[in-house]
């Protein structure tokens, strides 16, 4: 089952990435709030500078560090909190040049501030709507959309022809011929498929294709697979990929999913649907006054100018 977010969500996504100005931020927060945190939850584990590295400081820096290479749990923590430490001692370093004061510095500052602020919101407001009563909704309603759809279970023999190819198509097509004479003889299908057919698979599972639905075969295979009756076999059948005969095994309506062989795409959909909604609900309620005018797409070099309305 797929389940399609609201419109173009495309710009959701974006803000959910990191932007290399977190470094500075993190360096920032840790040497301004590490005083305010509880000691004993959130023990000292190393520090450098006069500044404490805490526990929950290696965690904020193990998200920020990205992908880090497979290591013992020992080496991780001194990895994590050499990482901090340098970040600290740089901060420090840019500090003593005065390099925070810049106006350009704390424009950026404000910025990633901003990207965070958004972030924690995004994601807060995602786990909000994430309830168990959310998630079944939109698979009942998902479900109910999806109908009942029909789906054959069949074997095929293929003989391959390359279209264009008349001489190759009329030896497929005699091969056919041949293998449904002996069918209807008795002779048992998937013994012959295993034998006979070119498709590589089907010599390995008898022609077995499993349950398809319509819209999954190339048109003239589908047709006649959903027309033959259970345990029948059809007349020699061309398609793009050469000669085919068909059985059909049997029907069925194509089950529903179940509702935990979907629930991460549901997830994903509230989430994103949540978060959609808040930033709609903002825009709605603080429009954007732009101050630039921007020009109309020139019109195309041979487009013909608008007839008068008659009166």
Not at 93 to 108: N, S, W
Not at 182 to 190: C, P, Q, S, V
Not at 236 to 247: A, E, L, N
Request: no cysteine; glycine share 6%.
């Amino acid at each position: 089952m797929t389940l399609s977010l609201l419109g173009n969500q495309a710009p959701l996504q974006a803000p959910l990435r990191r932007a290399g100005l977190l470094v500075v931020t993190l360096a920032v927060l840790l040497v301004s709030a590490a005083p305010l945190r509880a000691q004993d939850k959130d023990p000292v584990v190393a520090k450098v500078h006069g500044v404490d590295i805490r526990q929950s400081d290696l965690a904020v820096a193990e998200e920020e560090a990205g992908q880090i290479p497979p290591m013992s749990p020992d080496a991780k923590q001194d990895y994590l909190v050499q990482f901090t430490a340098d970040m600290i001692l740089v901060s420090k370093a840019a500090e003593d040049k005065k390099l925070g004061d810049t106006p350009d510095f704390k424009r950026k500052l404000a910025f990633t501030r901003n990207k965070l602020l958004m972030e924690a919101l995004l994601v807060s407001s995602g786990k909000e709507a994430l309830t168990e009563d959310a998630m079944r909704k939109v698979y009942d309603d998902a479900v109910k959309q999806m109908g009942e759809e029909k789906e054959v279970h069949a074997r095929h023999i293929l003989f391959r022809a390359t279209p264009g190819d008349e001489k190759a198509s009329k030896e497929a097509e005699d091969k056919v011929k041949a293998v449904i004479a002996r069918l209807n003889k008795g002779e048992d299908f998937a013994k012959l498929a295993g034998e006979l057919t070119e498709d590589p698979s089907g010599k390995a599972n008898g022609g077995d294709l499993g349950f398809f639905s319509k819209e999954q075969m190339v048109p003239e295979f589908s047709d006649t697979a959903f027309g033959l009756e259970k345990g029948k076999i059809s007349g020699p059948v061309k398609t793009q990929f050469g000669w085919h005969v068909i059985k059909a095994e049997e029907t069925r309506v194509k089950p529903q999913p179940k509702f935990e062989e979907v629930k991460p795409q549901i997830e994903q959909y509230v989430t994103r649907k949540a978060q959609a909604e808040m930033v709609t609900k903002l825009r709605a309620e603080f429009p954007v006054e732009k101050f630039y005018k921007t020009e109309a797409p020139a019109a195309p070099a041979d487009a013909k100018p608008a007839e008068p309305a008659k009166k």
